[in-house]
């Protein structure tokens, strides 16, 4: 069984690396952090600038968490009316 955990967690750990984006320095330059929030929050995604702002930081480029934040608020509130719309439709 030692032997097979690696084999199964491999394939597992590989989609998790790949489900993680990366930004280039071009991208964290020129990025508009409100739209980049709001694309997160109506995707039903929680807000990812801890790993933006990481990333971005690499290159010595701040993220705007106010800007993003507030992108992310618009975009989460229109995946929940999308949600709640739905939720009668049995």
């Not at 967690?9 to 964290?28: F, H, R, T, V, Y």
């Not at 934040?69 to 939720?87: I, L, Y």
């Given at each position: 069984m030692r032997r097979l955990l690696p084999v199964l967690l491999l394939p597992?750990?590989?989609?998790?690396a790949a489900g993680c984006a990366s930004m280039s320095e071009n991208e964290c330059r020129a990025a508009?952090?409100?739209s980049l929030g709001e694309r997160d929050g109506v995707s039903g995604n929680r807000p990812r600038i801890?790993?933006?702002a990481y990333q971005c930081g690499q290159f010595?480029?701040?993220a705007s968490e106010r800007?993003?934040?507030e992108g992310w608020w618009v975009g989460?509130?229109?995946f929940v009316r999308r949600a709640d719309s739905f939720e009668g439709t049995d």
């Amino acid at each position: 069984m030692r032997r097979l955990l690696p084999v199964l967690l491999l394939p597992i750990l590989l989609l998790l690396a790949a489900g993680c984006a990366s930004m280039s320095e071009n991208e964290c330059r020129a990025a508009n952090w409100a739209s980049l929030g709001e694309r997160d929050g109506v995707s039903g995604n929680r807000p990812r600038i801890d790993q933006y702002a990481y990333q971005c930081g690499q290159f010595s480029v701040a993220a705007s968490e106010r800007d993003y934040m507030e992108g992310w608020w618009v975009g989460n509130a229109e995946f929940v009316r999308r949600a709640d719309s739905f939720e009668g439709t049995d």
